[in-house]
């Protein structure tokens, strides 16, 4: 068992870490934000049983070949040619509460960026006395300032797991929820002249043979493609497998999903994360297999079909991946992972990086080093000059949670992390949700959760982090 952390989730929307060998507070309590590390993510839609094992046997022989294109990288081309690179050790994270909901666990924060520069974030929003009455809720920066609003309206329903992304001018987004009594996914653009309807991507494909779908992340390429990857429980088998849907510049579904990441024998999918290369191919990660003893599973077609591989360590918990592409030609994953404590019994998390070119997975590299401590999954992305940047919690000797961010400027180095939440020892800031580079200073911005300490019922708030140079 991982004994680093794992989360419990009462609902999706009162999800507390728990460390080994905590205890559990009153969730309401004022000490119900004073909580341990932090590992991997899950919904009321995805209970966490242990009769998850094994893997797939089939995994060997659909395993990735050498296949792909050279060039296969970022769906943006190139550098930013002639601009050097800012200094991330620099300058000051300033901070701002970016939701303003009291008494509810806002949760699951995402930004992106337009290409003029301007921000828009979701999250997931529970009612402040129903949890299980949840919406997805968006944001615009305007003038400085955010403006928020519903993007449902559901009652007594948990829309959950938004994914955000942007190109051009279009922002786009996508979650997962059941308002007719199964979990699909939904789908919405907003091109400036306001949102489309709540598109159900997924019921229309189930006749007689229904499935929960959940989980969904949503990836854009260069050439206006869309693609969805997302968990799907089928009925027939009550196996969760990760598949694929792609959409046209609409957002109108091109055909069925695939499936891409078989559900292993005896367990489970969870969490993917998919991202277009420069050429146009399509990645997906995914952590699959017995709780606690997840592989990282990663497909693509860049072969020309889909083909996917296990990355199996033994003895070792590999969970909660993100996937980024970069501008050398480039895919990047990092990952937490469980490897044995320096000094203490048991395992603790880090984070784990590794290179992917060529649709060939490179050496996974060590992110992070802190000891006995766990990090919690991370948030991720890559700059216009090729960085990867990677954000996480971890405890401080007061056993609150701060936000840190490192990144490697030649590209597997990883520097000493930086705090990105000084000043706050007594309160916790953690669950780095995203970070996204805004175009106009090719800058980072974080969204991750703090908790409002003292308050009852519990409240959390959704922060946004931006990196101000001097």
């Known amino acids: 068992m991982n004994c680093s952390a794992r989360l419990l989730c009462v609902s999706l929307a009162a999800c507390l870490w728990i460390g080994c060998g905590e205890t559990l507070p009153p969730f309401s309590s004022a000490d119900a934000a004073h909580l341990a590390d932090a590992s991997v993510p899950s919904d009321a839609d995805l209970d966490a049983s242990a009769e998850d094992a094994g893997a797939d046997a089939g995994a060997e022989d659909a395993a990735l070949d050498d296949a792909g294109s050279e060039d296969a990288g970022i769906e943006d081309a190139g550098t930013d040619a002639g601009v050097d690179a800012p200094d991330l050790a620099q300058g000051e994270w300033v901070l701002e509460q970016l939701s303003q909901t009291p008494g509810t666990i806002s949760h699951d924060g995402l930004i992106a960026f337009t290409d003029d520069g301007t921000g828009w974030a979701a999250w997931s929003e529970p009612d402040s006395e129903n949890l299980m009455d949840q919406d997805i809720w968006v944001a615009r920066q305007s003038a400085g300032a955010w403006q928020a609003e519903a993007r449902t309206r559901e009652t007594g329903v948990q829309m959950a797991f938004p994914t955000l992304a942007a190109r051009g001018s279009t922002v786009h987004v996508a979650f997962s929820g059941a308002p007719a009594g199964r979990n699909a996914v939904f789908y919405s653009r907003n091109d400036g002249s306001g949102w489309s309807v709540n598109a159900d991507l997924t019921s229309d494909f189930e006749a007689g043979a229904p499935c929960s779908n959940v989980q969904p992340s949503l990836a854009l390429a260069a050439d206006g493609a869309i693609a969805i990857a997302y968990v799907s429980r089928p009925a027939a088998t009550?196996?969760?497998?990760?598949?694929?849907?792609?959409?046209?510049?609409?957002?109108?579904?091109?055909?069925?999903?695939?499936?891409?990441?078989?559900?292993?024998?005896?367990?489970?999918?969870?969490?993917?994360?998919?991202?277009?290369?420069?050429?146009?191919?399509?990645?997906?990660?995914?952590?699959?297999?017995?709780?606690?003893?997840?592989?990282?599973?990663?497909?693509?077609?860049?072969?020309?079909?889909?083909?996917?591989?296990?990355?199996?360590?033994?003895?070792?918990?590999?969970?909660?991946?993100?996937?980024?592409?970069?501008?050398?030609?480039?895919?990047?994953?990092?990952?937490?992972?469980?490897?044995?404590?320096?000094?203490?019994?048991?395992?603790?998390?880090?984070?784990?990086?590794?290179?992917?070119?060529?649709?060939?997975?490179?050496?996974?590299?060590?992110?992070?080093?802190?000891?006995?401590?766990?990090?919690?999954?991370?948030?991720?992305?890559?700059?216009?000059?090729?960085?990867?940047?990677?954000?996480?919690?971890?405890?401080?000797?007061?056993?609150?949670?701060?936000?840190?961010?490192?990144?490697?400027?030649?590209?597997?180095?990883?520097?000493?992390?930086?705090?990105?939440?000084?000043?706050?020892?007594?309160?916790?800031?953690?669950?780095?949700?995203?970070?996204?580079?805004?175009?106009?200073?090719?800058?980072?911005?974080?969204?991750?959760?703090?908790?409002?300490?003292?308050?009852?019922?519990?409240?959390s708030e959704i922060v946004h982090a931006r990196l101000e140079l001097e």
Not at 292 to 300: L, M, N
Not at 433 to 456: E, K, N, Q, R, Y
């Open 238 to 459: 009550d196996k969760r497998e990760v598949r694929v849907l792609r959409l046209d510049a609409t957002g109108t579904p091109l055909g069925a999903p695939e499936t891409v990441i078989p559900a292993p024998a005896e367990g489970h999918c969870y969490v993917p994360s998919a991202a277009f290369d420069r050429a146009g191919k399509l990645h997906v990660v995914a952590d699959c297999g017995p709780i606690f003893a997840e592989d990282i599973y990663y497909a693509s077609d860049a072969s020309g079909a889909w083909r996917f591989e296990a990355w199996s360590t033994p003895d070792r918990d590999d969970a909660d991946p993100k996937i980024a592409a970069g501008p050398d030609g480039t895919v990047s994953v990092v990952w937490l992972a469980s490897p044995p404590c320096e000094t203490t019994a048991g395992t603790c998390g880090e984070i784990f990086f590794r290179h992917i070119r060529a649709g060939v997975p490179g050496e996974e590299i060590k992110v992070t080093d802190s000891g006995d401590l766990s990090e919690s999954p991370p948030a991720f992305t890559v700059d216009p000059f090729g960085r990867p940047i990677v954000a996480f919690h971890l405890m401080n000797a007061q056993r609150y949670a701060d936000i840190f961010v490192t990144w490697a400027d030649d590209g597997t180095t990883f520097v000493e992390p930086r705090l990105l939440t000084p000043g706050t020892d007594m309160q916790d800031d953690w669950m780095p949700w995203s970070i996204a580079i805004d175009p106009l200073t090719d800058l980072p911005h974080v969204l991750f959760t703090t908790i409002l300490g003292g308050t009852d019922p519990l409240n």
